[in-house]
């Protein structure tokens, strides 16, 4: 089976920083595209950056900026950078693992919270 643990959230004073963690088994880490999506309380669940099996990545407009996702497909992990962090980027983080091609998967891990708050 395919496993997603995601790691590193905790609380953090605003303007601080957190790298966040996802590490895959079960699967060749390299052939998924990865995403971190949020979820806060009452909200959807938000897509907050992706990044392919190719490497090119993407952010949402709240994040752009600050945020930077990356992968080391020799550590089978990919990472959400946060920096500036704002008390608005509160929320569970969830790493995911998808294709965009056939056969489609969506994978989801099982979320770390990050807390921004003084």
């Known amino acids: 089976q395919v496993q997603l643990v995601e790691s590193g959230g905790g609380l953090v004073q605003p303007g601080g920083s957190l790298r966040l963690s996802c590490t895959v088994s079960?699967?060749?880490?390299?052939?998924?595209?990865m995403a971190w999506y949020r979820q806060a309380p009452g909200n959807q669940r938000e897509l907050v950056a992706t990044i392919t099996k190719g490497g090119r990545s993407s952010y949402a407009d709240s994040v752009k900026g600050r945020f930077t996702i990356a992968r080391d497909n020799a550590k089978n992990t990919a990472y959400l950078q946060m920096t500036s962090l704002r008390p608005e980027d509160t929320a569970v983080y969830y790493c995911?693992?998808?294709?965009?091609?056939?056969?489609?998967?969506?994978?989801w891990g099982q979320g770390t919270q990050v807390t921004v708050s003084s």
């Open positions: 995911n693992a998808y294709s965009d091609i056939v056969p489609a998967y969506d994978y």
């Open positions: 079960g699967s060749p880490f390299s052939i998924h595209n």
